[in-house]
């Protein structure tokens, strides 16, 4: 069956193979690429985000190459509304969040899908490495590429109209592609970071928008060790950085153990007390019917990061994750998300972590 698809073109390798491919399979594509900064050259340049005046010229090139039409959507107010501010208030709130998953859940499948769906397209198409199989949303295969956990936040009406081209190929397979179908961007650099914070520095870029507020930094044992110029810099398990003038008793490193904005306090301490043992989890969003009684399966609880197995149990809106083993670093604000192998369940925020099961 052919679609109407429109492809969001960020202007790398795989949103451009994506889009190729779509076209390939018989679908009737049109290129999009979203405008996300009211100042371009603001955010990222050169190959190392997606925001800039050269991403926006390689993917109108690419959709040249590939033969479809091509336009560019100014999103920009919404991006800051939504990825950029919420990042902003949610460090200001003593937690960690993760921008791309943001941006997933707000502007590619919210914002630009439902201006596609009102303008008659039937799909979205981007470069993302996950599959979709009959409506069940799968990690890729290339493991070190997958994407999937970015994704789990979309709901099952969004994921409806997705298209993931890309989630049955390594990126090693996309370049060679890329280069065959004559596209330039074939060899360009992934982007990395978060695409909006200039240069990187991230406790500058919070600092020039929040403000200094000082602060103390405090040892597990209750003893202050240093001073910080604003609690919402750090995060839990961060290790450098820290600025304190000594070193432990015991000479071992310290790390961060919670961030409290309301006392404006930065905790450290040493490594083990970085284990977490049961999460609660907010605003659940359920790929899989909503289990009856407690369900064993796996949670991921960072980008890339490692998977536990756990038992999970719902409680109204809110799920409680016991970690069959500890995990370690884990920050409020991420998301977790449930495996049965491969296949997504669901997803949620994290809001409390405890060293101890209850």
């Known amino acids: 069956m052919t679609l109407r698809v429109l492809a969001a073109m960020s202007g790398g390798v795989d949103s451009a193979v994506a889009a190729a491919r779509a076209v390939e399979a018989g679908h009737e594509v049109t290129g999009v690429h979203m405008a996300l900064s009211s100042n371009p050259k603001s955010y990222r340049t050169g190959a190392r985000g997606c925001c800039t005046l ?21 999103l920009a107010e919404r991006f800051d509304r939504d990825v950029v501010q919420d990042f902003v208030s949610e460090y200001a709130a003593g937690r960690t969040p993760n921008p791309c998953l943001r941006c997933n859940e707000k502007i590619k499948f919210a914002a630009l899908l439902d201006r596609a769906l009102a303008l008659g397209f039937d799909a979205v198409c981007t470069g993302h490495y996950a599959r979709l ?3 069940v949303l799968r990690r890729g295969v290339d493991e070190a590429k997958d994407q999937s956990y970015v994704l789990a936040v979309c709901t099952p009406e969004q994921l409806a109209h997705a298209m993931f081209p890309l989630g049955g190929s390594t990126k090693a397979e996309i370049r060679r592609e890329a280069e065959r179908r004559g596209l330039r961007v074939a060899d360009k650099p992934d982007s990395h970071d978060i695409c909006f914070i200039a240069d990187g520095d991230t406790r500058a870029f919070l600092t020039e928008r929040l403000g200094p507020a000082p602060g103390p930094i405090v040892d597990v044992s209750g003893e202050v060790v240093g001073e910080h110029q604003g609690a919402y810099a ?13 070193p432990a008793p015991d000479g071992r490193p310290r790390y961060v ?7 404006n306090t930065v905790t450290v301490g040493p490594r083990e007390a970085l284990d977490v043992h049961e999460i609660v989890g907010e605003r659940p969003v359920w790929l899989s019917p909503r289990p009856d009684g407690p369900l ?16 999970v149990e719902t409680d109204d809106d809110r799920l409680r994750i016991r970690l069959r083993s500890p995990a370690r670093g884990v920050a409020r604000g991420q998301a977790a ?18 060293r101890v099961q209850r």
């Open 296 to 311: 064993e399966c796996r949670v991921q609880l960072r980008a890339h990061g490692e998977v536990y197995d756990c038992t």
């Open 337 to 354: 998300v449930l495996y049965d192998g491969d296949r997504v369940l669901g997803s949620a925020t994290i809001a409390e972590t405890s």
């Open 257 to 263: 153990l919670d961030v409290s904005p309301a006392t």
């Open 133 to 135: 199989e009959n409506g």
């Open 54 to 74: 050269e991403d926006s010229r390689d993917a109108r090139r690419a959709a040249d190459v590939i033969g479809i039409p091509f336009y560019v959507w100014d």
């Open 234 to 246: 750090y995060t839990v398990g961060q290790r450098r950085g820290l600025r304190i003038g000594r």
